[in-house]
């Protein structure tokens, strides 16, 4: 009973989705008649017989046929979508669904095109057949494959049911067509449907054996047919454009009759889909070493170089960098030369009609894959089950060409970035854009596999497609990681002659999931994000020597007020520095700020920067070097925040003092994403304790909170949603990976109002998740200790009521040295207070020194509690290292007073403890070392 009342809930559900996709194509029934009206008067018209009737008597009643092939798909589409809406309550195509067809004419026009290209040879039959001549009335193999296509219209096609190519308008019209069972077909037409695409790809496999065997040398001449006789062939864009009918027609076999589809048809389609997307890959990357090509030559003329001299790699465009940043490469004559190669290497091939129409049916593949594959095996047909598991390797096989696709397109549009307004830079831009439906249907495909949720089959796509796309990039002068981070970090707006191409903002989520896809170790994109590292490295000659911190100041280049200039230095990838500076307000507003007023772009490259440092290890060299680049340019951080705190819902005023209300309730808003811990709200915001501190920091280490899984989940802050979430996330990214800073920002605010607001908000909000994460760091820094260390005897107690970390370390038996740090409600935004509460063999002014250090450190370095306790730790035992026991008591801490021996014997150097001395001088009666007997 339950399981037919979830079937029909489902049923119900499943016809609610037709019906509502039907109304958001605005298939409005008073529309209906009149397309119907049109189809039946105008295009019936053009059936074969009526067309070469109409030719050989010269009348004007009918329309040409490339009209007709324009037309057909714009009244065909939304026909096909309005009888796929109607479905009966059986999930079933209803008998009003047929009769709209029927009455529009569209079944019998479909049906007399189709048969008449099964009377025909295949456009990629062998031999090819000939060009049609334009005086002939009858239509040709090609025009009449391409009729036969345009009656079974696919979404996202340019001409096609959704022409705008836009990727969520697409997905929902193949969506509907799928999930209609067939519906937007008449039952005549289902067979012919399928006939068609297996004639043609019948004839194109013969075609493909026979060529194959043709180009072997030696091979014999095809039965019946002469030696001298050449095989008719067509040109190359006559073979695109067949190739492309043949695509278009396995796509809408997928779309209006796939359940009738066998494991033969399927084989084919797919076979033939990760073939056209390999050689769009080869294309773009033939042309991306061709430019690179044209950049060595160039680089060549303007140091005056024998040709070839330049060497492979990043020297040329380095240097075409240079001189475009000062102005002077449009005005030298390596720049026509190179504007000239570029356009020969981009007008030479590359995406054609064929590729573009087996991108778009690789995005309804991957997009429709589980509705297919779920019904292919819960079917009873035999190689049903076969059928899914090669739609599933063949998808997988399509994400990472698409995702090769994405990364090379980011190569091209990195390589024009460095060209500035250069001519050769314009060059690729157009030819770039003029295949955005191309390059749409490739953003459905990544944005498709990269979406959450698919993390198992992205990761490796990605993986694939980042490996085989590294060596072309570095031909050219790029690197991986710079060409999709200028895919992602792309600017929405600007200037008429300097836009971005529609095919980047397109590609852009995508990258910016890529990035944070790849983001497990330091070898992974998100590890490779910056160029810490390295300039760490660097100096340190190589030997990666010195320590975490220390030596960050030394390894940074005095600041000279180029924040730019400066981030680069510091590691920061010239694709990103730019965008880490605050925007001004006119440029947010064309940048696609939004109601935000800060750039997509400057939130995504802080969001991608700080996911960067909170993945590194905690005491690599590279954290350090960005730590402490970023405290030197702490007014961008400082800008930064100022940009999220309106985001945050925080206002200055009586309301922000409240007791922090507003705040709590606030922050039940950002639990969905992982933003509060569990048991955050709902209590107190005060800085006292209670058994509800204890429970939210409870749950908020029992949660492992990650930027970058929230981002990824999250992806561009394009929307609303997406922007207040990643404002959350960037705000608690901020508090703690730069604490120092943060607390410098909430120091400098002079607004007590918002002052005591962003306080009341991040005590809420973010203090208990951020007391765990501290609390949690110094329990494995205790542990790791006693595990590595059992003879120090040092330990560490927390304690969430109190807020409180308390590190003991036992230097002899009943001689104990404790450091307690308390907390701040707010943190990191007040500093804590760290107090020695028990000091054995220590004196003041050396203990007052150790507290000021940690204090400092604690205050105004990017640090964390266990990282203060480590240096309470190394200081503790530089004091007591080489200390040997007095020889009187055999103990190196005084029992009388917890001094160390500090009297010396000038003729021994043995030492003592002051009270152990006197009381042997005392009992002894003499004043004698108690060593080497010599006089005091």
């Given amino acids: 009973m339950?399981?037919?009342?979830?079937?029909?809930?489902?049923?119900?559900?499943?016809?609610?989705?037709?019906?509502?996709?039907?109304?958001?194509?605005?298939?409005?029934?008073?529309?209906?008649?009149?397309?119907?009206?049109?189809?039946?008067?105008?295009?019936?018209?053009?059936?074969?017989?009526?067309?070469?009737?109409?030719?050989?008597?010269?009348?004007?009643?009918?329309?040409?046929?490339?009209?007709?092939?324009?037309?057909l798909p714009l009244v065909a589409g939304p026909l096909r979508r309005a009888a796929a809406?109607?479905?009966?309550?059986?999930?079933?195509p209803a008998a009003a669904a047929e009769a709209l067809l029927v009455e529009a004419g569209l079944p019998q026009l479909a049906g007399e095109w189709v048969?008449?290209?099964?009377?025909?040879?295949?456009?990629?039959?062998?031999?090819?057949?000939?060009?049609q001549p334009k005086a002939d009335a009858e239509a040709g193999p090609l025009e009449s494959l391409r009729l036969a296509a345009a009656c079974f219209p696919v979404p996202g096609a340019r001409g096609g049911c959704a022409s705008s190519g836009s990727g969520a308008a697409a997905a929902a019209a193949a969506a509907a067509l799928v999930r209609s069972g067939g519906g937007a077909l008449a039952a005549a037409e289902r067979p012919l449907l399928l006939a068609l695409v297996r004639h043609q790809a019948v004839r194109t496999a013969g075609a493909a054996a026979a060529r194959r065997q043709q180009q072997r040398p030696g091979a014999p001449d095809a039965p019946g047919r002469a030696a001298a006789q050449p095989v008719p062939v067509q040109s190359e864009e006559e073979d695109q454009e067949a190739q492309a009918c043949v695509t278009r027609l396995q796509h809408a076999a997928v779309l209006y009759c796939w359940q009738d589809m066998g494991q033969p048809d399927w084989h084919m389609l797919l076979q033939d889909v990760q073939v056209q997307l390999a050689a769009a890959v080869s294309a773009l990357q033939a042309v991306l070493r061709h430019v690179a090509a044209a950049a060595r030559a160039a680089a060549d003329g303007v140091l005056g170089q024998a040709p070839g001299s330049t060497p492979a790699g990043p020297v040329a465009l380095q240097l075409l960098r240079k001189l475009a940043q000062r102005g002077v490469l449009p005005k030298l004559p390596a720049a026509a030369q190179l504007a000239g190669a570029c356009e020969e290497a981009v007008g030479g091939g590359g995406i054609g009609p064929a590729a573009q129409a087996a991108a778009q049916l690789a995005a309804v593949l991957a997009e429709l894959q589980g509705d297919i594959a779920a019904a292919r095996v819960s079917s009873t047909a035999a190689g049903a089950a076969a059928t899914a598991r090669e739609l599933g390797a063949s998808v997988s096989c399509c994400y990472s060409s698409a995702l090769q696709l994405a990364v090379l397109a980011g190569g091209l549009a990195c390589f024009t970035a460095g060209l500035g307004?250069?001519?050769?830079?314009?060059?690729?831009?157009?030819?770039?854009a003029a295949h955005d439906v191309f390059w749409a249907a490739v953003a459905r495909c990544t944005g498709h596999a990269l979406q959450p949720g698919r993390e198992h089959l992205g990761a490796a796509a990605a993986a694939e497609a980042v490996q085989a796309s590294t060596g072309a990039l570095e031909e050219a002068g790029l690197d991986v990681v710079g060409a999709v981070l200028a895919l992602a970090l792309a600017p929405s707006g600007g200037t008429s002659g300097n836009a971005t191409p529609a095919m980047v903002l397109q590609l852009r989520p995508a990258a910016y999931r890529l990035l944070l896809l790849l983001g497990g170790d330091s070898s992974s994109l998100l590890g490779r994000l910056t160029l810490a590292e390295a300039v760490a490295a660097a100096a340190d000659g190589g030997g990666g020597q010195g320590s975490a911190a220390g030596d960050a100041a030394d390894v940074l280049p005095e600041y000279e007020g180029d924040d730019v200039a400066y981030l680069i230095a510091g590691g920061v990838r010239p694709e990103m520095a730019p965008l880490l500076l605050p925007p001004q307000p006119a440029a947010a507003a064309s940048s696609g700020g939004g109601g935000g007023g800060c750039p997509v772009s400057y939130l995504a490259a802080w969001s991608l920067l700080l996911a960067h440092a909170l993945q590194m290890d905690a005491g690599s060299r590279g954290l350090a070097v960005l730590r402490q680049l970023l405290r030197e340019a702490g007014h961008l951080v400082h800008g930064l925040l100022g940009q999220l705190v309106p985001q945050l819902g925080i206002t200055g005023g009586a309301g922000a003092g409240a007791g922090g209300a507003g705040a709590s309730a606030r922050a039940k808003g950002g639990r969905r994403h992982g933003h509060v811990a569990p048991g955050a709200a709902g209590r107190g915001t005060g800085p006292g304790g209670s058994s509800g501190d204890a429970g939210a920091a409870a749950g908020a280490a029992g949660e492992a909170w990650h930027l970058a899984e929230v981002l990824r989940e999250v992806g561009l802050p394009l929307g609303r949603h997406a922007r207040r979430t990643c404002c959350r996330s960037l705000y608690r990214a901020v508090l703690r990976a730069l604490p120092a800073t943060a607390r410098g920002w909430f120091g400098d605010l002079r607004d007590r109002g918002l002052a005591a607001a962003v306080e009341a908000y991040t005590a809420a909000a973010e203090g208990p998740a951020l007391l765990a994460a501290e609390m949690e760091a110094v329990q494995a820094l205790g542990k790791g200790a006693a595990t590595s260390d059992s003879d120090s005897k040092f330990s560490v107690r927390c304690s969430a009521a109190a807020r409180e970390v308390v590190a003991v370390l036992e230097v002899e038996d009943g001689a104990v040295l404790e450091l307690a740090v308390r907390l701040p409600a707010c943190m990191p935004l007040r500093a804590p207070e760290v107090e020695c509460r028990r000091k054995v063999g220590v004196n003041e002014g050396r203990l007052r020194k150790w507290l000021l250090s940690i204090s400092t450190f604690l205050r105004h370095q990017n640090g964390s509690v266990a990282d203060a306790i480590c240096l309470w730790r190394r200081n503790v035992d530089s004091e007591f290292a080489g200390v040997e026991a007095c020889l009187i008591c055999y103990s190196v801490i005084s029992s009388v007073n917890a001094q160390l021996p500090r009297l010396v014997c000038r003729t021994c150097g043995v030492r003592f403890h002051p009270a152990c001395l006197y009381k042997w001088f005392k009992s002894a009666g003499k004043s004698q070392c108690p060593h080497c007997q010599a006089l005091w």
């Fill in 115 to 131: 048969r008449h290209c099964l009377a025909q040879p295949a456009v990629l039959g062998d031999p090819r057949p000939l060009p």
């Fill in 2 to 71: 339950e399981r037919a009342s979830a079937a029909a809930h489902a049923r119900h559900l499943r016809l609610q989705q037709l019906r509502g996709a039907g109304e958001a194509d605005g298939l409005l029934p008073p529309l209906l008649p009149h397309q119907q009206r049109l189809c039946r008067r105008w295009l019936a018209a053009c059936s074969p017989g009526a067309a070469a009737a109409a030719a050989a008597s010269a009348s004007a009643c009918g329309l040409p046929r490339r009209a007709v092939c324009r037309l």
């Fill in 85 to 92: 809406c109607r479905v009966g309550d059986d999930g079933r």
């Fill in 421 to 432: 307004s250069c001519a050769a830079a314009a060059t690729i831009t157009h030819w770039l």
